[in-house]
């Protein structure tokens, strides 16, 4: 069920009107994301983000009652809102623990991270201490599910034998880390980080996948023969004043 559905109109313009209705919660939830980018969390207005996309704030308000709700939105919509799709291909996957991984790799790469979605978790690190409400909507509707299907994929090879018996935190953390770099090295990393090794989002998250499986990996396995995510090679900057 449409979680926005358009009001009513009984104007001639009506079909016309109603597509416009049905889109703009979307368009609001582009330009929120957008701003909260840009601005941060706390110097966005719903004013600015009304403006964006094209509406008045009157407007915003009928579909999204507060900025925290809108926020809240921004997140579902961006990330958490891809978990049902991701849990079912997890449920379905037939092969090995280690494709599986670099599967969640991929997807996560792809979904997220190569994607303006990326910039929420720099964006929850910078403002968390500030709005511990929202920290702990993040954490509940994106780290705990998140973390939770890459136990099942940890625990998953663990018990098949694939994977070498260890504290299932421990593993957790040995594959979310050069994740979690990755989101926090845009778009300030090139500022911080010497870049004349002609190191990459891309070439790094690659090098740190074969080091995870080398160390989740009970039997030694030839590097030719790891299973790689498939990366596109280019990560878009995602432009923050935070």
Request: charged share 20%; aromatic share 10%; glycine share 6%.
């Amino acid at each position: 069920m449409d979680p926005y559905p358009p009001m009513p109109d009984s104007s001639t313009d009506a079909p016309r009107r109603s597509r416009r209705k049905e889109a703009r919660p979307g368009e609001l939830l582009e330009a929120a994301l957008s701003l909260f980018l840009e601005k941060g969390y706390a110097a966005t207005r719903v004013e600015a983000v009304a403006a964006r996309a094209g509406v008045s704030k009157g407007t915003l308000f009928l579909y999204f009652p507060s900025k925290e709700e809108l926020f809240k939105a921004v997140v579902r919509h961006s990330i958490s809102g891809c978990y049902a799709d991701w849990q079912l291909e997890l449920d379905r996957y037939q092969g090995s623990s280690a494709a599986l991984l670099a599967r969640a790799f991929e997807v996560w790469w792809q979904q997220i991270a190569s994607t303006q979605a990326g910039g929420i978790c720099r964006l929850m690190w910078a403002e968390a201490a500030h709005f511990p409400e929202l920290a702990a909507f993040y954490r509940h509707e994106v780290d705990e599910p998140g973390h939770a299907m890459l136990e099942r994929i940890l625990q998953r090879g663990m018990d098949s034998g694939e994977f070498r018996p260890m504290p299932l935190g421990e593993a957790l953390y040995l594959v979310l880390t050069p994740m979690t770099f990755v989101m926090l090295w845009q778009p300030t990393g090139t500022l911080c980080l010497p870049m004349d090794h002609g190191l990459t989002p891309h070439s790094y998250l690659l090098s740190q996948f074969r080091n995870c499986l080398r160390g989740l990996l009970r039997e030694p396995v030839d590097a030719d023969t790891l299973p790689l995510p498939q990366l596109h090679p280019t990560l878009p900057l995602h432009t923050t004043d935070i």
